[in-house]
C-alpha cells in the first residue's frame, strides 16, 4: 500500500520561509518524479515544483520560481519543498504526488500522477 505523507505545515511570517517534506512508503522511490501541488480555498490545485528520480532536474511555476528549491534524499524516502520569502498568497494546503513514468515538462499535469498524499496546511499571516 502506497502512502506519501506531508509534514512541516503550519502558519507562517510573510517574508518567511518553510520547509515541507514528503516521505514515501510502499514504492521504490527512487522510480518516481514527485512533484508538490497546493490548492488553496476555492481554487482548483496548481502546480508548485516537480523533480525527476534522480533529481537532476526540476521545473517550477512562475508563482515559486526564485524563491523554491525542491529536492529529494533517495535514500530517505523523502522529497522537500524550502520556500522562501513566503507570501499571503502562498497560503494553501500543499500535496505531494508520485509519477511512475513522468516528463518532467509535463510536471504541471495533475493527471500524470499515480500516488497523492492527504496534504499539509500552510498559512502565511500578513
Known amino acids: 500500500q502506497v502512502q506519501l505523507v506531508e509534514s512541516g505545515g503550519g502558519l507562517v511570517q510573510a517574508g518567511g520561509s518553510l520547509r515541507l517534506s514528503c516521505t514515501a512508503s510502499?514504492?521504490?522511490?527512487?522510480?518516481?518524479?514527485m512533484a508538490w501541488f497546493r490548492q488553496a480555498p476555492g481554487k482548483e490545485r496548481d502546480f508548485v515544483a516537480a523533480i525527476t528520480r534522480s533529481g537532476g532536474n526540476a521545473v517550477y511555476a512562475d508563482s515559486v520560481k526564485g524563491r523554491s528549491t525542491i529536492s529529494r534524499d533517495n535514500a530517505k524516502n523523502t522529497a522537500y519543498l524550502q520556500m522562501s520569502s513566503v507570501k499571503p498568497e502562498d497560503t494553501a494546503v500543499y500535496y505531494c504526488?508520485?509519477?511512475?513514468?513522468?516528463?518532467?515538462?509535463?510536471?504541471?499535469?495533475?493527471?500524470?500522477?499515480?500516488?497523492w498524499g492527504q496534504g499539509t496546511q500552510v498559512t502565511v499571516s500578513s
Open positions: 510502499g514504492l521504490t522511490f527512487s522510480n518516481y518524479a
Open positions: 504526488a508520485a509519477a511512475r513514468w513522468l516528463v518532467v515538462s509535463k510536471g504541471a499535469n495533475k493527471d500524470e500522477y499515480d500516488y
